[in-house]
């Protein structure tokens, strides 16, 4: 089984995997990029294999054609993705550089883990990078996507990064710091610290989390990913970005997802 049970092991997790949305780093949240940097970097040193899952391509190239808002039409959305993403890796690099870590970009699709093939070539190239303690960034291959595109904010298919290389930890980041009983924007909305394996959560009234006109995702898209990668033996924690350094050095913050117990081999 995983090696970390609680927030109190995450610093002895050997393998994780770290999502970020759109919103928390493009933008006015471009400048976010840095300390997250800083959070991996951390726990690179101390000899974890650190995968970052990237939203934000189609965020970070609005700009660069002009537009104020998401583009609506797939075709925009795949122009503005394709420009978005060859930044948002320059940007990643850049602030790498200060760690002499090297970046390595992976592009794929809810296919190609489907597709046992293109699964085992993802799982083999994920492997390689990380032995050669490459810091592997994965995003959705949006500029040839269709109906990935639209999905989930990259919070699924963090969640099959983690069951893929079997991590011990897959922490999902986002611009709110936790999951609450109802929109924390909302009177009486209440952090949930801990959720128990198999818990329904039937107390929570789910809203988006993210930036209107940016991110895609939402705390239901969170929670299904969690569950996922819990069921596979991978606990998860949902919390804010800007807390990404506390988070992986197992602060109590956030929600911790606790995970099945997983086969022996």
Request: aromatic share 4%; no cysteine.
């Amino acid at each position: 089984m995983s090696n970390v049970v609680t927030r109190a092991d995450i610093p002895r997790a050997s393998r994780i995997v770290v999502k970020v949305g759109s919103s928390s780093i493009s933008g006015a949240n471009a400048g976010q990029i840095g300390p997250l940097v800083d959070a991996l970097a951390s726990a690179h040193a101390r000899g974890a294999e650190v995968v970052l899952v990237s939203s934000g391509a189609i965020a970070t190239g609005m700009p660069f054609l002009k537009l104020d808002s998401r583009p609506t039409d797939l075709a925009t959305q795949q122009a503005a993705a394709a420009v978005g993403q060859n930044l948002l890796i320059y940007r990643y690099q850049e602030s790498l550089r200060r760690y002499e870590i090297v970046a390595g970009q992976v592009l794929l699709t809810g296919g190609d883990m489907e597709n046992p093939a293109h699964r085992s070539n993802a799982q083999r190239a994920m492997e390689r990078l990380l032995s050669l303690r490459i810091l592997p960034i994965v995003n959705e291959n949006d500029t040839v996507a269709t109906q990935e595109i639209r999905f989930g904010d990259n919070d699924r298919l963090a969640a099959l990064v983690a069951e893929l290389i079997d991590a011990d930890l897959l922490v999902l980041l986002s611009d709110v710091d936790a999951l609450y009983t109802k929109p924390p924007h909302e009177p009486g909305a209440e952090r949930i610290s801990e959720v128990a394996f198999g818990d329904e959560l039937q107390q929570v009234t789910f809203g988006d989390i993210g930036a209107a006109g940016v991110g895609t995702g939402g705390a239901s898209t969170k929670v299904a990913a969690a569950r996922h990668a819990a069921a596979v033996g991978t606990p998860v924690l949902l919390a804010e970005t800007g807390s990404a350094l506390e988070a992986l050095a197992g602060a109590d913050l956030g929600t911790w997802f606790a995970a099945a117990d997983r086969p022996a081999l």
